[in-house]
């Protein structure tokens, strides 16, 4: 989901600048970087659980929810 976020503003972006304001520009530049650093940021809490889980320190199920996280960010 995040991924095609990512690729909508992309895209939004690419069309915007085109005749966007200054404003709009800078505000779609903001929401590619947002989208950006979410799916980065659930990639390594994903990595994160799955070394703690091989540990035995945290349970599947919270391996499972770290993937939803990651994979809604996508």
Known sequence: VA???????????????EGA???ERQQIDAQ???ATASLE???RDL???????KEGAVAQ???D??????DVAR
């Not at 929810?65 to 990651?70: L, P, V, Y």
């Open 32 to 34: 590619v970087e947002q």
């Open 3 to 17: 991924e095609a976020r990512l690729a909508a503003a992309k895209q939004k972006l690419a069309e915007l600048k």
């Open 61 to 63: 199920s919270v391996v």
């Open 65 to 70: 929810t770290a993937e939803t996280a990651r």
């Open 41 to 43: 940021q659930a990639e």
């Open 47 to 53: 990595k994160r659980q799955q070394d703690l889980v």
């Open 21 to 23: 304001t200054r404003e």
